[in-house]
Nanobody, 124 residues
């Protein structure tokens, strides 16, 4: 069992930035691929970004490419999602998920463990 905790969400104006963190308790993240997903009210959960367990590859949704960046710091057992140039349509609950020795996959069903999520609200 891997327990994940997201942090860093909040309220920001359009054009602003936030950095989300995904940390694991009781288990090292260094051998897990990590994906970020988001779900807005009344909408399906959607893929945002992912990073392979080795850190050598990443994937991004077209809607966030060139604005968001995913990275990992194995020394402090955390994966980050840097979000720049935020738009109101980025408003959602953001959750991280992990897959053991995974690639930078994009499907919801590709991941085994999920965090509870952190709210991101972008005002216009």
């Amino acid at each position: 069992q891997v327990q994940l905790v997201e942090s860093g969400g909040g309220l920001v104006q359009a054009g602003g930035s936030l950095r989300l963190s995904c940390a694991a308790s009781g288990r090292t993240l260094s051998r897990y691929a990590v994906g970020w997903f988001r779900q807005a009210p009344g909408k399906e959960r959607e893929f945002v970004a992912s990073i392979s367990w080795s850190g050598s590859s990443t994937s991004y949704a077209d809607s966030v490419k060139d604005r968001f960046s995913i990275s990992r710091n194995n020394a402090n057992n955390t994966v980050y999602l840097q979000m720049n140039s935020l738009k109101p349509e980025d408003t959602a609950v953001y959750s991280c998920a992990v897959r053991f020795l995974g690639a930078a996959v994009t499907g919801t069903y590709d991941y085994d463990y999920w965090g509870q999520g952190t709210q991101v609200t972008v005002s216009s």
